[in-house]
């Protein structure tokens, strides 16, 4: 069974920092996409950032872009989101999902069809 866990979520001060992980188990996921969304209250998901398990490309959305950092590490099948200057408008619940490569970069990632997604982990900034 495929599974995507997000963890690394939690409270902290505004200007603060977290790493969020998405550890992925059960297959390699050479031609797959990894993007991270999140879901504020009230609020329709967001796109954040996308990164291949393979090759050096990432993706940002533009409200994150300088902010927010993605990394891979292929050993741990693991993806990082790293966030940095965490502003209350960054609070939300945060998933991991995974894509076909082809289905990621046929259309919009917000469109796009996903195999796997996490449960979530939520991320709270205080003021």
């Known amino acids: 069974q495929v599974q995507l866990v997000e963890s690394g979520g939690g409270l902290v001060q505004a200007g603060g920092s977290l790493r969020l992980s998405c550890a992925a188990s059960?297959?390699?996921?050479?031609?797959?996409?990894i993007v991270w969304f999140r879901q504020a209250p009230g609020k329709e998901r967001e796109f954040v950032g996308a990164?291949?398990?393979?090759?050096?490309?990432?993706h940002y959305a533009d409200s994150v872009r300088g902010q927010f950092t993605i990394s891979r590490d292929n050993a741990k099948n693991t993806v990082y989101l790293q966030m940095n200057s965490l502003k209350p408008e960054d609070m939300a619940v945060y998933y991991c999902a995974a894509a076909r490569s082809g289905n990621f970069y046929a259309g919009s990632p917000k469109s796009a069809a996903y195999d796997y997604w996490g449960q979530g982990t939520q991320v709270t900034v205080s003021s």
């Open positions: 059960g297959r390699t996921f050479s031609n797959y996409v």
């Open positions: 990164i291949t398990w393979s090759g050096s490309n990432t």
